[in-house]
């Protein structure tokens, strides 16, 4: 997950504002039975679960989506109008309290907040409430693995790690053996699938206790230039500087990289499981997600919930849409098995771990690794009021020492404009 903001200081401008109203209300009744779905793309990763709701109620779902980078800002400038045009959105977990703040989610909690207790990760529990009140349904869930190129690696004489919790590899050896295969051969070395997001990257420091870059009670005190945020920034910089990892690459370029047979280690979620899958002649496997020597083991988490538009008039398709995909084990089942994810709906998430290792004999265990990985080395992204700005610069900080400038100067740099952004933010 994560984002890169389109226009930098607008969503920042809009939490210096007092919250909007509440311009729906959940007991209206609706004429219109078409369901208006709001998300990033063309709507194609989402039309499975779609039409088998359609199937199962009876209900139509239009979709309307924007660019992903575009996403966030325009969600907000949507609910500036008073009427959004939308019944149930995609909620990044990490903005329910800015949205909040906004008043643009409808409080689901007297429809889901029992019912979802013993269906739903407690975890993912935990992201959907703010302040007493449930404000999402989970949907989809995340983590993080080490794939590989079984050919690549064979070629070069180096073996196959493991995909045992205790065969986890340090970041060191993991470019070690990248830099043993990339000479041997391959194009590409190691790379991250998104590249520089704060979702994929808030490991680094957190693996060398550097925290997610804010602290304090209310997460606005701004952390970015600790002595763990530079030695992660200074690793990370060191990869690209190597030519081990490629300064060029865009996530979907990392991943046909990959699919290509060209790049040996590849950092990525279990999403991309059914493409590589499809991939002609693609022979890999998945390892445990790397740490730093000296540090602790940690793997992003979490992954889109769905929120109801606070001036929708459609109170009741909404809560049907929400209990199919979240609460009802098929409806979860068909949501996460449709769009490559792993599911917050605990029945649902059993079952499509466990289908993993019979797609493809090369993943044996795997299933058993992501659910030690989202039992113990999970981590979340804090949950701060800051966090459309800590997202956006940190990511560009990342994008800097990608590209060549240094973390020792960076990230204080970085450390300054955060705090400045942050003294903006209505407390």
């Known amino acids: ?160 790690p493991g995909v045992s919790p205790d065969a986890r590899m340090t970041w060191d050896k993991v470019i070690e053996l990248a830099k043993k295969v990339q000479a041997a051969g391959a194009e590409v070395g190691f790379g991250f699938e998104q590249v520089d997001r704060y979702y994929q990257l808030q490991v680094l420091p957190e693996s060398l206790g550097g925290g997610p870059g804010v602290k304090g009670d209310d997460l606005l005190t701004v952390d970015v230039a600790n002595d763990a945020w530079l030695q992660a920034g200074k690793w990370y910089g060191s990869i690209f500087a190597d030519g081990v990892a490629p300064r060029v690459p865009t996530d979907q370029e990392m991943i046909d990289l990959f699919k290509a047979g060209r790049l040996a280690f590849l950092v990525g979620g279990p999403w991309l499981i059914a493409e590589f ?90 299933d058993t690794l992501m659910r030690y990985e989202l039992a113990n080395t999970a981590i979340r992204r804090p949950r701060t009021l800051g966090y459309l700005q800590l997202e956006e610069l940190v990511t560009r900080a990342w994008s800097d020492i990608r590209n060549g400038s240094d973390a020792a100067q960076t990230f ?4 300054r404009e955060l705090e400045r952004s942050f003294k903006r933010i209505e407390r």
């Open 277 to 366: 899958n499809k991939a002609d002649g693609l022979d890999y496997a998945a390892a445990p997600h790397p740490y730093f020597a000296g540090g602790k083991a940690v793997t992003p988490s979490e992954s889109w919930h769905l929120g109801v538009a606070a001036d929708t008039k459609k109170a009741h398709l909404t809560m049907e849409f929400l209990n199919y995909v979240g609460l009802d084990k098929d409806g979860a089942l068909v949501a996460a098995d449709s769009t490559g994810h792993l599911s917050a709906n605990i029945d649902a998430g059993a079952e499509v771990l466990s289908d993993i290792p019979k797609q493809n004999s090369n993943l044996k265990d795997i």
């Open 1 to 160: 997950m994560g984002y890169r903001l389109g226009r930098r200081g607008f969503l920042a401008g809009m939490l210096g504002v007092s919250s909007l109203p509440l311009l729906g209300s959940l007991s209206a009744v609706a004429q219109d039975q078409t369901l208006r779905f709001f998300g990033y793309g063309d709507g194609t990763n989402f039309k499975g679960f779609f039409d088998a709701f359609e199937k199962a109620s009876g209900n139509k779902v239009s979709f309307e989506g924007v660019p992903f980078s575009d996403y966030q800002n325009t969600v907000v400038q949507r609910f500036r109008t008073g009427n959004s045009g939308i019944d149930v959105f995609l909620v990044d977990p990490t903005y329910v309290p800015t949205f909040s703040k906004l008043g643009i989610l409808a409080d689901l909690t007297s429809a889901f907040g029992e019912k979802s207790k013993g269906k739903l990760l407690p975890s993912d529990i935990q992201g959907a409430n703010y302040k007493g009140k449930m404000l999402s349904m989970p949907m989809w869930e995340s983590t993080q693995l080490l794939f590989f190129n079984k050919k690549l690696l064979a070629k070069a004489g180096v073996e196959a």
């Open 412 to 415: 204080p740099q970085l450390q």
